[in-house]
């Protein structure tokens, strides 16, 4: 059984302008010990699909399919429940470590705070619990007493995985956890949260837009474009043989150094990614798509089957054309 | 002193030069301190550069945050103050010349990493473009080409076609790319002989990225515009730069040919800069411990000595160089052709008897 297991999901937003199709139709599925990697641009729905999961969507959104956690439907959980399950069965690693922290509290209290309220611990237990987590994250436990403006961004973020793994959630979803950190600190952050994983056994939906990132600590890709997932499968197969032109941009825009096919050949795509509220018909990437041909702007590819564990949704793909990989 | 420049003496003059440049920040103490009159030292952002660009080529300057990279575009684009050393353009020091800085000023165009902030949100896109022109008294180019005429073609070589559809529409009504593009044409309008880009894609989708660089380079192409781009991204710089300096803590510690730096680095901080780029298949593999350093402590002798893994391993100490290491200061030596690098063991290996002294520092 899938640790986290999403079918048909579809969030609609509710603006002044009309309802906004932020994901529509996503299928996701997360084992334990797993990491899965949700790679996509801005607007594709990728933080949209999180705040689906985590029931955090504003009043008046339409959210229909189905989201399991072990086996338990998210959907139709009471508040009580839903609050329980929140941190302990999931818990989120969210972007900007320096706005998520209350900066008028100690860290120590803030971490052992989800202890508490959990009921794991009383408060003496909850602190003592919050010094090993401070531990595990590579911070030493006398940083308990700091406030977050003592602390570097880096050491911040390491504050917010400690706080994720509070609960012992089974669930961790890391939402662009290293985007606002230096090359350095993000290597390094990178590395503890995959070391945290695999120690622990936990399963992973981790989300960014720098797919070398995601290549780097995940065991399987999930390409997001207008909402839809257009391709998954292992990370590197995806990442080095795309199935989808648009992995295929993507992965180009990430050169590898000393590839010589990257050396004064920056490869982009013409255009820009859609609006939600205002997707192209047919495939929704015909209009940026080198590839295209007469039938993408009518139909809607499905994800075929490309290869051992893998889905593109591409009308090439089930003809047996090999998208062409060099750029 | 040592030279940056390139010993072939086919290498036309450069279009811009920096010499011994130092930039300070004030150091910043607590109200209670400041009471009791304690200073705290200043942070040496720029400290002590030295750099050459030429016509038509593409120099990528790269470092982690806060190793002084965009204090030191800054400083080149006249925004900040530099505590001494010089910047000459086309051969001349600039100096204090109104008149002279006012020509600089329009040949030396900067990209920002944030097109939506570089652009005001109530000004057309026209206006925005056109300000340039006005502020230099611009009213036609010598060829006789209207205001109108430099706009229209500065939008159009920045991919903005057909550009009068453009000229009434505001920034909010373009999407990112196209943002940039717009802050693009503004620098191209002035008919710059350098641009210098802080960052111009960082803030862009993966997807618009390419295009972006590739504008960029076809500047360069055709219109042999020279261009200083500050990034943190050693694969932008593998894809668009000719030569790559990197620099740490205030100084450059290596620049050369991107080639040679970016796939045979000579300093033990290039490498850990290239180790921390992402990889296909897997994260297990040793990282350079630490948070960016402090420019208001910049450890004696060679400043990465601290971080510096050659030291930490012992293969300073087994060269004999490590007291060197951590007392001696030192500069750029030429380790392989056109390829600079600051660091003792490297020189050592190299068969040089020591590294050359640090650029000079005037009060």
């Known amino acids: 059984m899938s640790v986290l297991s999403v079918r048909d999901l579809t969030v609609t937003y509710h603006t002044q302008a009309g309802p906004v199709p932020a994901v529509r139709g996503v299928d996701l599925h997360v084992e334990k010990g797993e990491v899965l ?19 955090l969507v504003p009043p008046k959104t339409k959210v229909t399919g189905t989201v399991e956690l072990n086996g338990e439907d998210v959907m139709a959980m009471k508040p009580g429940r839903l609050r329980a399950v929140r941190w302990s069965g999931m818990s989120v690693v969210f972007q900007g470590a320096m706005h998520a922290l209350n900066p008028v509290q100690r860290i120590g209290d803030q971490i052992a705070e989800a202890v508490v309220i959990h009921g794991e611990a009383d408060e003496k237990g909850a602190t003592v619990r919050a010094g090993a987590l401070l531990e595990q994250v590579g911070l030493p436990p006398r940083r308990l007493r700091d406030y977050p403006h003592e602390l570097s961004g880096g050491q911040k973020q390491r504050v917010m995985i400690a706080m994720a793994l509070a609960c012992q959630p089974d669930l961790v979803i890391a939402d662009e956890p290293t985007t606002a950190l230096d090359v350095m600190v993000q290597a390094q952050v990178l590395q503890l949260l995959k070391e945290l994983q695999r120690e622990l056994g936990l399963a992973m939906l981790f989300i960014t837009h720098d797919l070398s990132v995601l290549v780097e600590v995940c065991d399987r890709l999930a390409i997001m474009y207008a909402g839809k997932i257009v391709e998954e499968g292992p990370s590197v197969p ?15 825009a990430f050169p590898q150094i000393g590839d010589r096919r990257f050396r004064m050949a920056p490869s982009g795509l013409p ?6 509220g205002n997707v192209p018909t047919g495939c929704s990437f015909h209009p940026r798509c080198p590839l295209a041909f007469d039938e993408c ?28 990989v060099a750029p | 002193m040592p030279t940056v420049s390139p010993s072939r003496p086919d290498v036309p003059e450069p279009v811009l030069a920096v010499r011994d440049l130092h930039v300070r920040f004030a150091g910043r103490v607590g109200l209670w301190q400041g009471l009791r009159g304690v200073k705290a030292p200043d942070a040496r952002a720029v400290d002590g550069v030295n750099l050459e660009l030429y016509p038509g080529e593409v120099l990528a300057l790269a470092g982690e945050s806060g190793c002084g990279k965009t204090t030191l575009a800054r400083t080149i684009m006249g925004l900040e103050r530099p505590r001494s050393g010089d910047i000459s353009f086309e051969g001349k020091p600039l100096g204090r010349s109104t008149r002279v800085l006012r020509e600089y000023r329009r040949r030396v165009q900067m990209v920002f990493q944030d097109p939506t902030a570089a652009l005001n949100p109530r000004q057309t896109i026209y206006e925005s473009i056109a300000e340039g022109l006005r502020v230099h ?13 430099l706009v229209a073609r500065a939008l159009s070589r920045a991919g903005m076609r057909p550009p009068e559809r453009f000229f009434l529409n505001y920034p909010h009504e373009l999407s990112g790319g196209q943002r940039q593009r ?32 590739k504008l960029l380079l076809g500047l360069r192409n055709d219109l042999n515009i020279a261009m200083l781009v500050v990034t943190h991204d050693l694969g932008l710089a593998w894809t668009i730069a000719d030569r790559v300096a990197v620099m740490y803590l205030g100084r450059i510690v290596e620049i050369g040919p991107a080639e040679s730096v970016l796939t045979n680095p000579i300093h033990p901080y290039t490498k850990a800069l290239l180790e921390v780029v992402p990889e296909a298949g897997g994260i297990d593999r040793p990282f350079l411990a630490g948070e960016p350093p402090d420019p208001t402590s910049i450890p004696p002798g060679c400043r990465f000595n601290p971080r510096c893994p050659a030291v930490a391993s012992g293969a300073a100490a087994g ?27 490297m020189s050592h290996e190299a068969g040089f008897a020591s590294a050359p002294p640090p650029p000079p520092a005037k009060a």
Not at chain 1, 238 to 252: C, E, I, N, Q
Not at chain 1, 271 to 276: A, E, K, R, T
Not at chain 2, 137 to 149: K, N, P, Y
């Open chain 1, 37 to 55: 990697g949700l790679a996509g641009e801005s607007g594709c729905g990728k933080s949209t699909i999180v705040n689906g999961v985590l029931r």
């Open chain 2, 182 to 213: 717009v802050v693009i044409a503004g620098a191209l309008v002035l008919d710059p002989e350098i641009i210098v880009a802080d960052e111009p894609v960082s803030s862009l989708d993966a997807s618009v990225r390419g295009e972006i660089l």
């Open chain 1, 271 to 276: 255009g820009d990614p859609p609006f939600p």
């Open chain 2, 319 to 345: 060269a004999g160089v490590l007291a060197a290491c951590q007392e001696q200061d030192l500069g750029l030596q030429e380790l392989r052709p056109d390829h600079f690098a600051a660091c003792h063991l």
């Open chain 1, 238 to 252: 995806v990442f080095r043989d795309p199935k989808h032109p648009y992995t295929r941009a993507l992965s180009g």
């Open chain 2, 137 to 149: 008294g611009i009213t036609r180019s010598s060829a006789g080409e209207s205001e109108e005429q």
């Open chain 1, 297 to 324: 702007p009518t139909i809607d590819p499905d994800l075929y089957d490309a290869g051992p564990g893998r889905t593109a949704a591409c009308l090439l793909v089930p003809r047996g054309e090999r998208v062409p």
